[in-house]
């Protein structure tokens, strides 16, 4: 099959031609699932993100269309999501106050940049990038990302008026406006909640007791979040709630949405680009994430530097349509892809639905209290939270716990910028801490083999003017030092050794770093009458070593294999007299 | 031998204990002749570091001296040095204008602060953090500092006023000031700095030459920048040429070393900070190194750890008498070496010479011309510069050339601190880049024997239902996606496999990210029917997979060899027709 060269940038040309009828339906029930799903999501994130509930429509249907053409998942939902909604109110706090002009601009700028950035690295292939967010930290953010987000929402059950961006803030400011709770707003945000985990755990059940269909019945249940949003909108409407304090999204724009400009001013680009490269990253490895575990229910493949570009589009369409910054979410995601999502196209028909209810639907919202929007906005994050990696981690690897407790305090004691910062540095400065000591063992000769094993777990023979290492890693500066230091430490306490061979068979790599120790190790041996031999190194290496003229400065030889060094050397020395 | 408890942390009472005659008169000879080479260099490194000629010599005594008590090298020789010296003023320039008292203080403060540093390194035992200065970052570094020192002392060279802190912007100001160029300081500038060069070469072959022997001929020889120093002393105040606009050393205090007490002001101490971190590492990295290296030579140890207690009581001592930051330095310490220090006792008695000289020699050096000292330090730094380094990375390795290229090109354009933290950040980048790619061979039998190759080398045979792969190298976070990917990768373009085995023979340790990969790879493989299986895994990672219930939910065996795993899964499928 010959494949269009443009396909590799726009996968629609891929699948678009086998487009058949059997698709089509799968793909709009899907949508149509997604649609009610995300109508009161994309509204709820927006009010997490600090800006008017329009936002989030907007920000669900041009970057949906964008992702459709560009991306390479066929069950991908990207719109506004829980983190990525956080990160964004904490970077954009920083620049402007919520409610303002200023504020829904940088709104705009940010999701720019971040489009702009992943854009970048999926043309120059930079996706592995996001693999130095090891797992745990991953999780470790996720887990206190969820708990801020929760606890930032309390105040929209509560009614009252605090604010906060770590928890020790927010909690105090709570705890401070905790007396001006309003009783009708507590009541709607409770009785939300309740229905809503209720909802996500029961109507299941509950509706297949009442004679419904399994599929019907699932389907049905992600209503939950919608029936909750009518209930308490007409209980509002109907008691006239809002004359007694209870807070209403109120009126939103009626319409498509609109063309904008985010402002690219050089002050406000600076203090965004690092929030803009976080989000950038966090969003990417959330959405690949999602994206790689459905295809590979159908053993389909993710192509991560093409995602990147349609996650980058996806943000830049955000940017100049009202939104703000967007990427692949994992409930909608999974819900769509159960729904029957064949293929891109049930994005573009959700773009189509959430467009619909943007210009049709909006006037219902008008008296829809936000603290129902905080209840959804709960329930959803609360399954994020996961403390279970605490013990997982504590059990695998110390070091992965200790990454993850520090991403956890960091991010809820500090922020979530300088947690995922700190996640990351602890667990690659521990992943170099490890490394720059490599496993060394000293071996000797398994009797009636030719193998060579460590003569601490196995018991073999060894000649006392020999020393032979086996060194089970390459070697790159900052290991190298640790070698020299063992080999002369090793010579420093027993001045019998006349020879020292060093095994190199896990060697797949060598840096200048390492070659200047080898030399070091070479010269200082030769002052002391020792000579150096190599054994078992691999091709590249041996091709490296020589280049570097190393081998002609060798005091000793390189051996083919460890057994050609033993027989040339074991036993070679005339005995001396043992030095002291 | 029982070591007193004491004798770790205080060598001294393991050598003083032995003293002998014999070692003194060593010791005492060493002492001599680095004394007559450290006070010009004392004077030129304080004028560096923009401060004071005194304060080199103080800088020269205490140090010393707490070093003799503390470190464990034989033959170290502490004091300022050049690239420190650099770092110095570099670092002090931000926070007070140099001749200021503020200054002088700074320079107390940045030796405390970094002295602090090193104790806390030593008793932390976090010496081996200095392995992160990859060489040829080191080299690259060292050679661009070299570069600078020279460019910054032509100033004195011309008897001009010119400043900047980068190499365009010193060369730009030298330009400007060269129509001011003072004729008579210029003659000595460079009447001394060719002499210098000549003597550095050709004084000891003169000396032999007029019938000196060959060890008094070595030794004379190093007297040249005494010389130089007498004999333009001498000019000046013969000729006067102080009126003429000689710019010279002016009155020195007379008498020993000062009390000082560092400020800790706040925002002092937080200002130089992150300098005082890069010069203790730098200095730690330059002094190491050269006591490794002569050490070496006698087959005696150097403690790394006790190093930096040694340097930094070194360190504090000059912050409380009147100094600034020190290091081990090079040449005077392969001096002192070849002249036979056998013991630190050879430190004590040079600081015991430098004491004489601050409280007896200092009216002498009144009509010391700045030229003769800023010769000095251009013969003597000008050797620092290796240019071959570039060559030397090219062939070795790409990424080493990357990084000397961006040290040297930041280091001189933008400054010191910069050059240092962008060849770090660079090495440790390429580095974790690097290990993200692991290497992975898909690996076959090969007849006759029970050993696996690569397929791509080796004549191997291959199931077409069995796929397995070689990994190369420990899985952490960084790599443990690249795994994933290629599997999945490997198994979409080839649906006939049924089997995966992972070779896990040079698989060290395994994070928890990577663990999740695995997790990740044979759940994905259960759900398209392919089991996946391990062979030959090391002891401790199996302990940990079994910790964490890894191996129960595998869907395949993990064999102890690939022979076994070979045996069991080749041949074994019963041959489906195969599917597209």
Redesign the interface.
């Known amino acids: 099959m010959k494949v269009h060269a443009l396909a590799r940038y726009l996968p629609v040309l891929d699948w678009g031609r086998g487009y058949r009828r059997q698709t089509l339906s799968g793909d709009a029930t899907a949508a149509l699932i997604v649609t009610i799903m995300l109508i009161p999501q994309s509204l709820a994130y927006a009010m997490l993100a600090g800006l008017p509930p329009e936002a989030g429509l907007y920000a669900s249907i041009v970057p949906i269309l964008l992702y459709a053409l560009f991306g390479t998942s066929r069950a991908l939902a990207v719109g506004p999501v829980a983190v990525v909604s956080l990160m964004t109110a904490a970077s954009l706090g920083a620049v402007a106050a919520q409610g303002t002009a200023g504020y829904a601009m940088a709104a705009l700028t940010l999701a720019g940049l971040s489009g702009a950035m992943l854009l970048a690295m999926g043309v120059l292939r930079l996706g ?1 990038l ?8 991953i999780s470790g953010f996720i887990t206190a990302s969820g708990i801020l987000i929760a606890t930032s929402q309390l105040r929209n059950i509560l009614g009252v008026s605090a604010g906060g961006d770590t928890l020790p803030k927010m909690l105090a400011s709570l705890w401070h406006a905790l007396p001006t709770t309003n009783a009708y707003t507590l009541a709607i945000g409770l009785g939300a909640t309740g229905f809503l985990f209720w909802a996500r755990k029961r109507l299941k059940p509950a509706l297949r007791g009442l004679g419904m269909g399994a599929l019907a019945a699932e389907r049905a249940a992600r209503a939950g979040p919608v029936v909750a949003v009518f209930a308490s909108t007409f209980a509002v409407w109907a008691f006239g709630l809002e004359a007694r304090g209870v807070q209403i999204v109120g009126a939103v724009p009626q319409g498509l949405p609109p063309f904008t400009l985010p402002s690219f001013a050089p002050e406000l680009v600076s203090a965004l680009l690092l929030p803009a490269a976080l989000i950038s990253i966090v969003g990417f490895v959330e959405s690949i994430s999602v994206a ?2 459905l295809a ?2 159908k ?3 993710i192509n ?1 530097d093409q995602e990147l570009i349609g996650l980058g589009a996806a943000n830049l369409g955000a940017a100049f349509s009202g939104g703000f910054p967007v990427t692949g979410g994992f409930a909608r995601s999974v819900v769509n892809f159960d729904a029957g999502a064949e293929t891109p196209a049930a994005g573009a028909f959700t773009a189509v639905g959430l467009g619909l209810a943007a210009f049709l639907l909006t006037p219902l919202l008008h008296y829809l209290p936000n603290a129902t929007l905080a209840a959804t906005i709960i329930v959803a994050v609360l399954s994020l939270v996961d403390l279970t990696i605490l013990n ?2 504590w ?3 110390k ?2 716990f200790v990454a993850v407790v520090a991403t956890i305090l960091v991010t809820l004691g500090v922020g979530v910028e300088a947690g995922i910062s700190a996640g990351v540095a602890l ?2 400065g521990l ?2 801490l ?4 490599p ?1 060394v063992a000293e071996v000797g000769l398994v009797p009636g083999t030719q193998h060579f094993r460590n003569i601490l777990r196995h018991r073999v023979t060894t000649d006392p003017e020999l020393l032979t290492l086996r060194i ?3 070697l ?7 070698l ?2 063992l080999v ?2 090793r ?2 306490e027993d ?1 019998a050794i006349r020879d020292v061979v060093l095994m190199c068979s ?1 060697v ?2 060598i ?3 390492a ?3 080898l030399e ?1 190790i070479n010269a ?1 041996l030769a ?2 009458g020792v000579a150096l031999h190599l054994s078992e190194v691999k091709g590249p290496v041996m091709d ?1 070593l020589q ?2 003229h190393f081998l002609s400065a060798l005091t000793g030889q390189v051996y083919l294999s460890q057994w050609d060094a033993w027989q040339a050397l074991a036993g070679s020395h005339a005995r001396a007299p043992m030095a002291v």
Chains 1, 2 share one sequence.
């Open positions: 592995f996001a693999n130095f967010l090891s797992h745990p930290v790689q575990a590979a229910k053993r389909q493949r991560p997982r981690a059990a695998f690897a070091g992965d667990s690659v992943h170099l490890r490394s720059s000591r496993h089970d890693q390459s790159y500066f900052a290991n190298a030092q640790f020299e230091d002369f430490d010579l420093a001045h896990a797949n790599e840096d200048l770093s070659l200047e120790s070091a200082r002052e002391t490296r280049r570097a």
